[in-house]
């Protein structure tokens, strides 16, 4: 299946690399982007409680994809209470809820890699996500009104925010896929200076990359916040970006005068386990293309994450 739902990419999604040489909309010293919370409840508490322990002026931004496996709508409306409170862009997930386009399935806009049953199985994922948001038209009003990328400046160095890539919010641009590629890895490097950017945090891909470029500029993918990200390794991944290291980190790189550090979401893996499979039971279509994930880990290691120079 080369085109159809899940696979295409909605030209509302597109904002253009040139977009994210806006002018940084907030000023912090450290600065926490989480992707890909999922629904996952335990994660978002647990990342929520280690944000808290950040000291100085600060911000969290949730790049998107942070609903996914909430199809309840206490959970989901509990889930976009908690994020809100935070700052927030959207991702494909929360874009196709708010705003659905004909055609787009998930929005995810999945490359040929990634195989046709899983495209589908997420289709019929955001079709059961929507029958559980369909009741909260508040919660999809403020979906609806969030940025699709945002530009911050920890101390006086430019990162943006996205959820796809530099040109797209379900772009695999920045995929860690793409970035292994001489093309991919020289239009991160040129986006980043087309954003006049040191750092540009993106997610959307489902594996994390830190991959650093010549001039001190870095793309960091966080993978997911609320699924494992690596196999044999439970915790999910945030980027935090600062002017002072953490001692947390599990990997890290500088850019200029900021350190980008992966920072472990250490949550409770066998509480979540529980409640995903009472919202995804065997059979169902997300217990078929993520539950190996969730116990297991993606087959995918820390070393490959880790880049510390272009290809
Ligand atoms: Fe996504």
């Given at each position: 299946?080369?085109?159809?739902?899940?696979?295409?990419?909605?030209?509302?999604?597109?904002?253009?690399?040139?977009?994210?040489?806006?002018?940084?909309?907030?000023?912090?010293?450290?600065l926490w982007v989480a992707g890909?919370?999922?629904?996952?409840?335990?994660?978002?508490?647990?990342?929520?409680?280690?944000?808290?322990?950040?000291?100085?002026?600060?911000?969290?931004v949730?790049n998107?994809?942070?609903?996914?496996?909430?199809?309840?709508?206490?959970?989901?409306?509990?889930?976009?209470?908690?994020?809100?409170?935070?700052?927030?862009?959207?991702?494909?997930?929360?874009?196709?809820?708010?705003?659905?386009?004909?055609?787009?399935?998930?929005?995810?806009?999945?490359?040929?890699?990634?195989?046709?049953?899983?495209?589908?199985?997420?289709?019929?994922?955001?079709?059961?996500?929507?029958?559980?948001?369909?009741?909260?038209?508040?919660?999809?009003?403020?979906?609806?009104?969030?940025?699709?990328?945002?530009?911050?400046?920890?101390?006086?160095?430019?990162v943006?925010i996205?959820?796809?890539?530099?040109?797209?919010?379900?772009?695999?641009?920045?995929?860690?896929?793409?970035?292994?590629?001489?093309?991919?890895?020289?239009?991160?490097?040129?986006?980043?200076?087309?954003?006049?950017?040191?750092v540009?945090a993106s997610s959307?891909?489902?594996?994390p990359?830190l991959?650093?470029?010549?001039?001190?500029?870095v793309i960091a993918n966080n993978g997911?916040a609320?699924?494992?990200?690596?196999?044999?390794?439970?915790?999910?991944l945030a980027t935090r970006v600062?002017?002072?290291?953490?001692?947390?980190a599990?990997?890290a790189?500088?850019?200029?005068?900021?350190?980008v550090e992966a920072q472990?979401?250490?949550?409770?893996?066998?509480?979540?386990?529980?409640?995903?499979?009472?919202?995804?039971?065997?059979?169902?279509?997300?217990?078929?293309?993520?539950?190996?994930?969730?116990?297991?880990?993606?087959?995918?290691?820390?070393?490959?994450?880790?880049?510390?120079?272009?290809?």
């Amino acid at each position: 299946m080369a085109e159809g739902p899940g696979r295409s990419c909605p030209a509302s999604y597109r904002y253009g690399g040139r977009a994210l040489a806006a002018p940084a909309a907030l000023a912090v010293e450290a600065l926490w982007v989480a992707g890909g919370v999922y629904g996952n409840r335990l994660a978002l508490e647990r990342l929520l409680e280690l944000y808290d322990a950040e000291p100085g002026p600060k911000a969290l931004v949730f790049n998107g994809d942070f609903h996914w496996f909430d199809a309840d709508a206490a959970e989901f409306e509990r889930v976009n209470r908690q994020v809100l409170e935070q700052l927030a862009t959207r991702g494909n997930v929360e874009t196709e809820l708010a705003e659905p386009h004909a055609g787009a399935g998930c929005g995810c806009a999945y490359p040929q890699w990634v195989g046709d049953g899983e495209v589908e199985r997420s289709n019929r994922i955001m079709e059961r996500l929507r029958l559980a948001a369909h009741a909260l038209p508040e919660a999809l009003a403020a979906l609806r009104a969030l940025p699709a990328y945002l530009v911050a400046e920890v101390g006086s160095e430019r990162v943006a925010i996205v959820h796809g890539d530099a040109d797209s919010l379900a772009g695999w641009g920045f995929s860690q896929e793409s970035l292994a590629t001489a093309a991919g890895a020289s239009a991160a490097h040129a986006a980043l200076r087309a954003a006049n950017a040191r750092v540009i945090a993106s997610s959307h891909t489902c594996l994390p990359v830190l991959q650093r470029f010549d001039g001190g500029r870095v793309i960091a993918n966080n993978g997911a916040a609320g699924m494992p990200n690596f196999r044999g390794a439970g915790y999910g991944l945030a980027t935090r970006v600062a002017l002072r290291p953490s001692p947390r980190a599990l990997y890290a790189a500088r850019a200029g005068r900021l350190h980008v550090e992966a920072q472990p979401i250490d949550y409770d893996r066998a509480a979540w386990e529980r409640r995903f499979l009472e919202l995804w039971p065997a059979g169902s279509e997300a217990h078929r293309s993520y539950y190996e994930r969730i116990v297991h880990g993606p087959d995918y290691q820390l070393a490959r994450a880790r880049r510390t120079a272009s290809p």
